[in-house]
């Protein structure tokens, strides 16, 4: 507000009303503020500070003016209403803590699902569960939910990036390789910036699914490759060495052929002759449209 000296007669900044068109009304000055702005109806700003605690009657309000902290009074309750009120509050502090709580636990209870199920796929079904009757409880809870832990651990060791940067710093030395491997040898034109050419990205999902499904891909690449080891223990270890090497055989030249496309990527010059053209085309028609 612009005025500074005080009115003569009472003026509402909210609803704009004079003391002379509402005498009935309670006023009400909570803050440092004068002239126009120093008045306002109590209704008026009960209903303006309801619009700023948005529901948290317990929130502080100051002055939009002058920054005083309104001074809020409320009436005294009786014992039951005060003590249902610190109850309320009580729990509003602790459904958090409550909250993050039952979440740990379904996590944990959950990983300790998955990693009896993994032992039993590992292991076998008949011998998984003999192993864990026998096995002590505390560590079977201790043990179980270490497995996914692990195997997501696992996942996030990308040594096939590893493999590809040696490709790439040796290539020049590999050149009997190159009937093998096409590229492989070859001077590059240029160097590629790093991460410009690989859309493998760490994916937080991608790498818990994978993690999560790989003792069952292990299971069953160990049925189809070794089905003549007895022991489903080793079939089972048998089949993910062997899913962990051809997967990441496959993932090193797909990233190798990605650094080679960008590598020799080439940039055409611009068509001047075709642009010619197609000006004096469109001049053409431009002109057959005017006759």
Known sequence: MACVDEPPEKHCWVCFATEKEDRAAEWVSPCRCKGCTKWIHQACLQRWLDEKQKGNSSGTVSCPQCGTEYR???P???PLVYFLQQVDRALSRASPFAAAGVVVGTVYWSAVTYGAVTVMQVVGHKKGLDVMEHA??????MGLPTIPVMLVLGKMIRWEDYVVRLWQQHSSKLQIF???VPGMG??????PAEGS???DHLSVSRTLCGALVFPSVANLVGRL???RVTSNLQRTILGGIAFVVIKGVLKVYFKQQQYLVQANRHILNYPEREARADGVAEDDNDDSDNE
Do not use: H, Q, T
């Open 186 to 191: 070859r001077p590059l034109a240029r160097a």
């Open 136 to 141: 002590d409880p505390l560590f079977l809870l």
């Open 76 to 78: 005294k309750m009786g």
């Open 178 to 180: 190159s009937g093998l």
């Open 197 to 199: 050419y690989g859309g």
């Open 72 to 74: 809020i009074v409320f």
């Open 225 to 227: 490759l070794f089905r």
